[in-house]
């Protein structure tokens, strides 16, 4: 009898635990998680007669994934350029000397219905006292050639939703994936998107800076992301859901599945990359044991999200 009565009151502490855990996240987080619909100016410069807009998502450049509109306007005119090849290039530089890129669209494509060129950075680090990022942007206009340069501020990504990871993968390749959407997810299943890109290895010397050759990368084709979302905290004893989809490539180039979230609160997304022939490229089988009051284990490859 008197085992019993231990036996329950230790069920009482762990599901008192786990309620408390809960309603104190949902509290904490609630509706706060920033998601952003409408496209602002983030920076503008000039050259000679042509002003150049580049808008982000609340006109500001995070850390992650960025869709990007670039306007270029004839000022004199006041007339919009739509036949120049615009070209795009982030660089970004430390105080060693050193000089990276990220994934990003070189060449920008024109949007005729929406009168800007579109394309997209996937910012690898947050701007800093010991990193700094500037864009170079060229265009050519009234048969003159235009290359430019402008310091951006990159600022952290509040929300976690839009998360990315950087990493080698098994075959020595340098892999970003970036995730896109929901920005803002719900308890039910959700459509998720992310983009997978590996940089390019220079197979020539560098010529001027900034040479493109040197900091290109590529969207990755073909690949699948194996998904297993679970609760990591030791009240969630690292749950998972039903109902999820692994991430294939669509035709817009980015990889799309299902997560299906349960519940508000801080979820893993345990990722098993694997390539075009299904040989794995990053990450490891979680787990499928219940693990109240023990953190969860996570794949090698996994990104963090918070709603």
Request: aromatic residues 12%; contains cysteine; charged residues 20%.
């Amino acid at each position: 009898m008197k085992s019993f009565k231990f036996l329950v009151i230790a069920l009482f502490c762990v599901i008192t635990s786990c309620t408390i855990d809960k309603t104190d996240y949902q509290a904490e987080t609630g509706s706060e998680v920033p998601d952003y619909y409408e496209f602002k100016e983030a920076v503008s410069f000039t050259s000679g007669t042509y002003k150049i807009s580049i808008e982000a998502l609340n006109g500001t450049f995070f850390k992650g994934y960025n869709e990007l509109h670039l306007k270029i306007t004839n000022t004199q005119t006041n007339q919009d350029v739509s036949s120049s090849e615009v070209t795009f290039l982030p660089i970004l530089s430390s105080t060693d000397g050193n000089k990276t890129s990220c994934p990003h669209d070189y060449n920008l494509q024109y949007d005729a219905a929406n009168k800007y060129f579109v394309g997209y950075a996937v910012f690898t680090s947050e701007s800093a006292a010991a990193n700094s990022w500037k864009l170079y942007v060229g265009f050519t206009a009234d048969n003159q050639k235009y290359d430019i340069s402008k310091d951006i501020l990159v600022e952290k990504q509040s929300n976690k939703n839009l998360n990315m990871t950087a990493f080698t993968g098994k075959d020595d390749q340098q892999y970003v994936i970036a995730l896109v959407s929901p920005q803002k997810p719900t308890v039910s299943e959700n459509k998720l998107t992310a983009g997978i890109y590996k940089y390019n290895t220079p197979t020539a010397p560098a010529g001027t800076f900034p040479d493109p050759s040197q900091y290109s990368y590529s969207e990755v084709s073909g690949y699948t992301l194996k998904l297993d979302p679970r609760m990591p905290e030791p009240s969630m004893g690292n749950h998972s859901s039903p109902n999820n989809q692994d991430l294939t490539q669509q035709n817009d180039g980015l990889y799309h599945g299902v997560v299906n979230y349960t519940m508000t609160g801080n979820w893993t997304l345990n990722l098993i990359m694997m390539n075009q022939n299904g040989l794995i490229i990053k990450g490891t089988v979680v787990p499928t044991d219940f693990t109240p009051g023990v953190e969860g284990v996570k794949s090698e490859l996994y990104i963090d999200t918070l709603f």
